[in-house]
Nanobody, 126 residues
Framework: QVQLVESGGGVVQAGGPLRLSCASSGRTFSWYGMGWFPQAPGQEREFVSAINSNGGSTSYAESVKGRFTISRDNAKNTVFLQMHSLKPEDTAVYYC???????????????????WGQGTQVTVSS
């Protein structure tokens, strides 16, 4: 198991940027594929981005392609989500998730992840 702690959330105006971080502790970070899943009030937690264990492969939801960039620093046990051109509909609690992998596969389904952080609130004002 890994422990995940998100940070970097806040209030930002529409069109602005924000960078989220997720620090991992416990097991070897490079054993895990990572993902970001926002959850808006009254809605399901949904996939926005994932990265494989060595950072060589990424995936994005259509709604964030060209605006969000996921990256990771295995030496610092941290995954990032750089968000640009934020929209009010991006408002949500953003959860970081980890999935133990054998190879370098990437996962986009929330039920494929079994380690979750506590979330960080992102609010985009119009």
């Amino acid at each position: 198991q890994v422990q995940l702690v998100e940070s970097g959330g806040g209030v930002v105006q529409a069109g602005g940027p924000l960078r989220l971080s997720c620090a991992s502790s416990g097991r070897t970070f490079s054993w895990y594929g990572m993902g970001w899943f926002p959850q808006a009030p009254g809605q399901e937690r949904e996939f926005v981005s994932a990265i494989n264990s060595n950072g060589g492969s990424t995936s994005y939801a259509e709604s964030v392609k060209g605006r969000f960039t996921i990256s990771r620093d295995n030496a610092k046990n941290t995954v990032f989500l750089q968000m640009h051109s934020l929209k009010p509909e991006d408002t949500a609690v953003y959860y970081c998730a980890a999935r133990r992998v054998v190879g370098t596969e990437i996962a986009t389904g929330k039920y494929e992840y079994n380690n979750w952080g506590q979330g960080t609130q992102v609010t985009v004002s119009s």
